[in-house]
């Protein structure tokens, strides 16, 4: 067990990856109850945060059309060897593509990953050639994690006797919410395609407000007030933003910045998740919810909802 | 008649003097899957009435940013208000940091004693279904 001088180090060594703009390292959690391990779980969480929001301002304002990027992929033998591998798993792993070499796979990964890792290879021995995917987590050279689905491909050799696997690591980033929409589009379905403005780029440039941090804060405040009160009527954007102490401009600009989508659509947005929660989960009747999340009449809440899922509350409810 | 306790892979629950009490067990680590079971179990019981809730969280490992994400919003369903049984230093800054960068969208405070974040949730019992 690492010792309170290697934990700091880890801690650095994290910082610095991020210094460097690498937010997917993570650090080892273990079950002590002192101020190191509380910096862990920040430092973890702040990790996920920034990667998330530099994802999610990557698709607000798209600037390419690399959508996934491949961090590792390795190479195996019918015994699960490291044969081959690319030059970014040797930096992410800290290791030299030498020592990389003719290791055991395993050899790189947490112990809870190894037992996923030993079921998924058992998996693949029985089916023959198929392609799978495994949640895993590595462990660097350094002692910090990397967690990422593994795409894990089984095919014979050139010569067909030898047993050969593909490990394939896709980092994702920009537009990656179309992973995170498949992931989760049974649960959490608001990254729809719909609500993403691309459309202001294909026409002509309209002015943009520069928006400073004061500004920024007054938006989240914004997004604060309608969270709470879903319920309720809000304000027209003017009063709105003479409530939050700017004006209807850089309010309108500003959320669709922030957000990537106008007042009326992230207000319409939140009601419906917090509807399909009732509906799928309570049994409360749908004219109830309706109400209790703030739309005026049923018809106008089960036609918006049905716009968003793709089904009416009330199928939902027969399938709940 | 439905029953007042249930338990998960995750959680205990049961309900006493009109509040909700929640005890993750220790070690668990909340993942969006974790965290959809989570809400649901609660709903269960809660049979269609909003409570004040006691989450006893000094067990809980981890919570990756989908689960908080979906904690602080649908999380929040019948939910009238959260208080957090945390013990220092580490269960104390997940939900410090929780409440910064989440804020969700019921009143939600953080304790180290049981008593007094009783006291907090009593304010929001709900007066007609105690």
Redesign the interface.
Known sequence: MPDKEDRMQQILRMLLEMANGNFFFRLERSDREDNLEAMSVILNMLAEEIQESLVNQMHIRPRGTTKHIVQMCFLLDGQAIIKMTNQKACTILADTYSNIIDRPFESYLTKDSRDIWTRTWKRLNNKGGCDTSALLTFRTNENLLVSDNCYITSFKGIDNATKQTLVTIIHQTKGAYELEKELKKSIVNFKSNKQIPFKRDAGPKTSRPTLRSDDLNKIRNGQDFIMNNLEKDIPNLKDLALLLGTNEFKLKHGFKELYGVSVHQFLIRERLRKAKMLVQYSSIPLKTIAFMVGFKTNSYFSKTFSKKYGYTPSELRKKS | MKSNHLENGYATYSIDDGIMHITYKT?VYID?NAA?KI??DR??L?N?RPYPVLCDIHGV??????A???LA??GS??VSAVAFIV?P??S???SE?YLT?N?P?VPTRAFTEPTEAKRFLNQFKNKRHP
């Open positions: 070690g969006l959809v809400v649901e709903l269960s809660q269609d490992k981890a919570v990756d940013k989908s908080r994400d979906y919003i649908e369903v019948l013990k230093p580490v104390t800054w997940l940091f960068a804020k969208a």
